[in-house]
């Protein structure tokens, strides 16, 4: 999953290193082709084919580009040998490629279990902790403990509904900035407008309303924009773990010093949120902030919840803080790029977007000048486009597996640690699954009383958004109502239009782990004045 692979090697080496490489190559060279010396591996004959145009040295890297979801689709229609399974060598670490549904059900569902953990880095290591969050934690024990705080302490239904009175407060922020824009005649930046939005949710629920405090959302969004670039950027570790064990630390040293710096800065921001909570500790050692006593029990944010179960639980100070970056990383691309990319289809499909204004409008009961999200339940259209939305551009193209044990799928043998990723993104385009896949048509998802219409759920492999199978988003509830309710009240609050001197909408991707336009959206707003009091 590089970008041009050899140019991001030679950018990533310090100069001292690239004085070194001509005394280090031929090492590099011995290292490399130690594997071809050797005889071959029981399992490696059984590997899923791979596509022609292998280099030595690079292998496929070189076919892989920026956008590495829409590489592999790519490579695989090439090559209809591929189209299923492919084995494709990125540096010296082959990696198999799914992406059919049938090739998807086969790794998680079938053989689900082997294929439920995720491949981590030293990098990755140092930014989560240990790992000590859900998401790049191996699976087991520590793994299932930390989902189920999470599952049930942040993303439950009871959770989700208990910040609707927060929701509504940011939404209400929002549309005054937008009215304020519309009323001067001014463009707005959608995209940093519901970044900041779903942003602003997350660290609420998961570090309370103090976040706001001092533009310390501001901080951890620049935390989570660092640590993005670094996990997808180049690392040697990904693609010659070989090299990197054996010369490591000289070649990895100015990426390793730029994870510590920012690990550092992690540390220095989380641990102040919770030395302030550690300080409001109560007599009986429960967790009470003065907020905090005349709140809900179900309003309590995660920080709150994770100090009070901390003994119960075992629950040192590092794994506290790689649930709390572990939950804003994971919710506030992924949510954000949803919304972003319904904004600008919208724009492109403005019989939709009508379509979509006439429901919201209609559902909202007369004199009310907000969409609640009561209103949302006769929403239909709505959750067309959303889901529409999610085929299309699912913001996280790639599922990232690795096994951890051999398998057998489909006659091929993958071997225990072996990376695995399924291509969510190239199953929501599949010609053969859908009529005509590349277009924005939301009523795919809206045939009245159609049991077999697609649901994001993780059951319909051709649909994969969200994953599927015990490693799948446990964040489905919390991302779909927030989308929901601010797309719901965009649509009802606003006309929209492209700014005078643009004349269509630029959809160019940015890969960084999560997908998102590479250029922001700016449109501008027009306000039904008669509407709103
Ligand atoms: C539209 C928004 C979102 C999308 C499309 C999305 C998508 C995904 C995908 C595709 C995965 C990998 C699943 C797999 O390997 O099968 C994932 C994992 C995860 N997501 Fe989300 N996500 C979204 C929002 C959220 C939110 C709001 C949260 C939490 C607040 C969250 C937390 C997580 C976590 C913790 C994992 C790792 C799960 C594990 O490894 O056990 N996500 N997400």
Redesign the pocket.
């Known amino acids: 999953m590089a970008p041009p692979l050899a140019a991001s090697l030679l950018d990533s080496l310090s100069p001292a290193a690239r004085e070194l490489l001509p005394l280090l190559f031929p090492l590099l060279l011995i290292l490399l082709l130690l594997p071809c010396l050797a005889p071959a591996s029981r399992s490696s004959s059984k590997l899923p084919p791979s596509p022609p145009g292998a280099l030595p040295l690079i292998g496929h890297a070189h076919l892989v580009a920026a956008l590495p979801h829409s590489s592999f689709r790519r490579l695989a229609a090439r090559h209809p040998e591929c189209g299923e399974f492919m084995t494709v060598r990125l540096g010296a670490v082959p990696t198999v490629v799914a992406s059919s549904a049938r090739a998807a059900q086969a790794l ?1 569902r079938t053989h689900e279990l082997a294929f439920s953990s ?1 491949v981590h880095t030293a990098c990755v290591d140092v930014l989560t902790y240990g790992p000590a969050d ?2 790049f934690e191996p699976y087991g024990e520590r ?1 299932r403990q930390s ?1 189920k705080l ?1 599952a049930t302490h ?2 439950s239904a009871t959770k989700v509904r208990a910040y609707r009175a927060a929701r509504r407060e940011e939404i209400e922020l929002v549309v005054g900035q937008i009215r304020s824009a519309a009323a001067a005649g001014a463009g707005v930046d959608i995209s940093e407008l519901v970044r900041k939005y779903t942003n602003d949710m ?1 660290c609420q629920a998961v570090a309370g309303r103090a976040i706001r405090v001092e533009g310390r959302d501001r901080v951890f969004r620049d935390l989570i924009n660092q640590t993005l670039a670094i996990l997808s950027g180049f690392n040697l570790e990904n693609f010659y773990p070989g090299i990197a064990k054996v010369a490591g630390s000289v070649l990895m040293w100015p990426l390793r010093r730029k994870t510590m710096r920012l690990r550092d800065r992690w540390d220095d921001f989380l641990d102040s949120f919770i030395d302030l909570r550690m300080s409001e500790v109560g007599s009986n050692g429960a967790v009470a902030s003065a907020d905090d006593q005349d709140q809900d029990q179900d309003d309590r944010d995660l920080l709150h919840v994770l100090l009070s179960v901390q003994q119960e639980y075992g629950l040192t100070r590092d794994r506290i803080k790689g649930l709390m970056a ?2 804003v990383a ?2 506030t691309d ?2 954000f790029g ?1 919304l972003e990319m319904a904004m600008a289809e919208l724009m492109l499909h403005p019989d939709v977007m009508a379509k979509l204004q006439a429901e919201v409008r209609k559902s909202v009961p007369h004199g009310q000048n907000f969409v609640t999200e009561e209103d949302l339940a006769g929403m239909a259209y709505l959750k067309a486009v959303v889901k529409e939305t ?1 085929r299309i551009h ?3 193209p790639l ?1 990232p ?1 690795v096994s951890h044990e051999d398998c057998v799928v489909d006659g091929y043998t993958i071997p225990a640690g072996m990376p695995v990723i399924v291509n ?1 993104w190239a199953l929501g385009r599949d010609p053969a699954l859908w009529d005509a896949a590349e277009e924005f048509i939301p009523e795919r998802f809206i045939h009245a009383g159609d049991t077999t219409c697609p649901d994001f759920r993780g059951m319909n492999f051709q649909f994969l ?5 015990r ?5 489905i509830g ?2 779909t109502t927030h ?1 929901e309710i601010m797309l719901a009240n965009l649509m009802f609050h606003f006309d929209w239009e492209l700014p005078g001197s643009v004349d269509t909408i630029d959809m160019t991707e940015i890969f960084k782990l999560t997908v998102s336009l590479k250029e922001k959206l700016v449109l501008n707003p027009r306000s039904r004045g008669d509407i709103i009091a």
Do not use: Q
């Not at 958004?465 to 199978?469: E, K, L, N």
């Not at 490693?471 to 964040?475: K, L, T």
């Open positions: 998680l995720r859900v998401a793994w989902r999470v942040l993303l997350v572990n939950m994971a919710a992924s949510t949803v999610l699912p913001p996280t599922l597996r969510a958004p969200f994953g599927s199978g490693r799948m988003c446990p964040g919390f991302a989308i």
